[in-house]
């Protein structure tokens, strides 16, 4: 296997590993504690830019998960700098 099909394998066997984490009844509870804790519906904008750098770093962790959870095994590989394949062929109508 070449290197770029291990490292979407492996892309996309961590990304199991977050839906299989996160899809229970205890994942949600946790979702929804990380919800709040990383400020993921509200901004993080504080004047205090040490402060507002913490709320951005917890928010970070926050879209990394819901990146794995919410995009496919192809929109994930491009989210973190896969290869884009262009068709050459024009889609179908």
Known sequence: ???????KQ?????RT??????DTPFGAD???????FCRANESTFHPDARVHAVAEG???VWLRIQQ????????LWRAFGG???????PPQE
Request: aromatic share 6%; glycine share 0%; proline share 5%.
């Open 1 to 7: 296997m070449n290197k770029p099909n291990e490292a």
């Open 10 to 14: 492996f892309l996309a066997q961590r």
């Open 17 to 22: 590993a977050y839906v299989k984490t996160f």
């Open 30 to 36: 946790v979702l929804q504690d990380l919800a709040k």
């Open 58 to 60: 917890r928010r970070e």
């Open 68 to 75: 794995h959870l919410n995009l496919s095994d192809d929109d």
């Open 83 to 89: 290869p884009v394949v262009i068709s050459k062929t």
